[in-house]
């Protein structure tokens, strides 16, 4: 049986997968099991932050794995303990967790959140506020702190103790906060899954504000928006704000499976020994990774990335028939005249592989992709956008 027919009977269906069997991949450009090339605007959903096979953190990754694989996390390893300084070095944090995805990563976030609430004001303390439209994972808990109705479906009940503000209004924060014994605001700065919907300075310094005045714990979810994609390592870089926590995962292992919670000064002393745990999480070899990620994500590299993104999304509003471009850096989200999935479709077709984020097509290129490879992308687009 090929490749596609034998996913069909024996992979569970939850994906909706596109006829595409990927066999090869170098930089930004995929291969798939004809032969065809494609430019890869998807990085595995902002996971490959380097492209395909990318030598560097294929040489980090293998010379850690030549010395060994896996040790359970009753021991120390350097790749573990290195990235987590890199980590809070970076972004003037205190402690990280490792996990291996962004939903593990939110579930230690929302962990510390109730025990933010319980030493702030005892049992009952424990509601999170989220946003409408947010994306925080598919475990229940993170589920549950999805605002979108349309994930939750099929599976109540789920956790309780999530309510939802609308995204810009700080009104509703305000108004939730009072109606509920509140330990926490958690949020992404742009919304990926809901729409690439990026939020206002002003709402963002307001919301941090209004946590720090109210001693609710501020998470922020940089799963999608971390790890240089928007053309700083992270996105509160953008907003003048430091979180009590951010969480991070995709492009952070550069295509093996990590996530991180990271936690400042008022959250980094909430866990005591036993209080959280993964077997897999801090893994040296995934470590090993995300410590040549993060190395290589110098001020230089990511002025080069903010450079990259304004360049894509100029060159968009170019063309006939986009009426909007949100996001920023490499992290966009294109508002066509015409529907995303047929753009989508239509793309594939002529060698260009881009996502959807609801209505709009969503562009995720490794951030190592050229400034011929976006050109050629664009032309793909405006192609599609027009035919
Ligand atoms: C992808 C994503 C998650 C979930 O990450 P997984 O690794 O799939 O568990 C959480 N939050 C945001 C913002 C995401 O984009």
Known sequence: MDTKNLDSKYVAHTYARFPVEIVNGNGAVITDEDGKEYIDMGSGIAVNTFGMADEQWINAVTAQLGKFQHTSNLYYTKPCAE????LCEKTGMEKVFFSNSGAEANECAIKLAR??????GGKDCYTIITLKNSFHGRTLATLAATGQDVFHQKFTPLPDGFVFADAGDMNSIKKLAEENNCCAIMMELIQGEGGVNTLSKEFVSEVAEFAKQNDLLLIVDEVQTGNGRTGKLYAFMH?????????????????????????GEKASELFGNGDHGSTFGGNPVVCAGAVNIITRLT????????????YLK???????????????????????????KQIIAA??????????AKNK?????????????????VQILAECINA
């Open 299 to 310: 001020d230089d590299y990511l002025a080069e990335v903010a450079k990259k993104g304004e």
């Open 347 to 356: 793309a594939r077709e002529k060698g260009l592989l881009v996502l959807s």
């Open 314 to 340: 100029a060159k968009l509003l170019e063309i006939d028939g986009v009426n909007d471009v949100s996001g920023m850096g490499l992290m966009l989200g294109v508002l066509a005249e015409k529907e995303s």
């Open 361 to 377: 097509v969503r562009l995720l290129p490794p951030l190592s992709i050229t400034f011929e490879q976006i050109d050629k992308a």
């Open 239 to 263: 907003y003048g704000i430091k979180p009590d926590v951010f969480t991070t995962a995709k492009g952070l292992g550069g295509g093996l499976p990590i996530g991180a919670c990271v936690m």
């Open 115 to 120: 025990a933010h609430g319980e030493k702030k």
């Open 83 to 86: 990235l987590a300084e890199l």
